[in-house]
């Protein structure tokens, strides 16, 4: 018999760091290309329709340093990031997006390796909001949905299965402008931003992103009716992209497979 989840009445708190439409894009005969995104996007719904929702679950990932960040005998002080989530529009849609997810950060102050992890919802082009009175701890599942209800209002809900708690909170856009139009819906692994740069990216391993879905108000879609995306700064590849199948996305660190 399945217990029943807990509620957690959402509390929150807005950092100056958030997510960022897709930047600097490149499309391809093979994976489209992106500065900050990798993961899968479909870049249009169905003839008449706009999305309305986007949801996927995932096991948090527990990011580590960079191979760059070893000296040889530990690794550099320093702190490096990685954001999964789910959205509605950022891609072509430059002005809003609607979105939801985890974020991952590992630190190291002399030579002590430390790892934080949070659940968060943000309507750009506002600040991330952290939930914080919600645990989310690397190796947790999370189950996590946006929906639109409006334009300029909507929700976002976290169910962390392996804890037994969820939580949702009611959305409205920061203003007009960034009202959405539901003209994409993605699953994303994120380089964070952190003044407007992209902040140091972690070594998160491989993120699976399951039950993929986005959907209009008549009709579903998954990964098989989107476009796979590279995050690649500087000619180097630092998440890849890999369709399992129609409902299963893999991102991976690098170029060269988990």
């Not at 690794?75 to 974020?103: C, H, Y």
């Not at 993120?207 to 989107?226: I, M, P, Q, R």
Request: glycine content about 10%; some cysteine.
């Amino acid at each position: 018999m399945n217990t029943p989840a807990y509620f957690v009445a959402p509390t929150v708190t807005a950092l100056k760091t958030g997510r960022q439409p897709a930047a600097n894009k490149v499309l391809s005969e093979a994976n489209g290309t992106s500065t900050n995104w990798s993961g899968a996007v479909v870049m249009s719904p169905p003839a008449g329709e706009t999305f309305t929702s986007a949801s996927a679950s995932w096991v948090v990932p527990n990011p580590w340093p960079p191979l760059s960040a070893w000296n040889g005998s530990g690794w550099n002080d320093g702190s490096w990031e990685s954001v999964a989530w789910v959205g509605i529009d950022g891609w072509s849609v430059q002005n809003a997006i609607l979105q939801a997810g985890t974020k991952s950060v590992v630190t190291v102050t002399g030579g002590t390796v430390t790892h934080q992890c949070w659940a968060w919802f943000e309507w750009f082009p506002a600040f991330e909001m952290v939930f914080t009175g919600f645990p989310v701890l690397a190796g947790d599942t999370v189950e996590v949905l946006v929906c639109a209800t409006t334009p300029t209002t909507g929700y976002a809900s976290v169910h962390n299965t392996t804890a037994n708690l969820f939580t949702s909170i009611a959305i409205d856009a920061p203003n007009a402008a960034a009202a959405l139009q539901g003209q994409n819906a993605e699953w994303i692994l994120e380089d964070d931003s952190i003044g407007g740069s992209e902040a140091p990216f972690s070594d998160y391993g491989a993120v699976f992103f399951y039950d993929c879905l986005a959907a209009t108000k008549d009709k579903e879609v998954n990964v098989s009716n989107g476009t796979l995306i590279n995050l690649v700064q500087g000619g180097t590849t630092l998440s890849t992209a890999v369709e399992e199948s129609p409902s299963v996305l893999m991102t991976y660190s690098g170029d060269s497979g988990p």
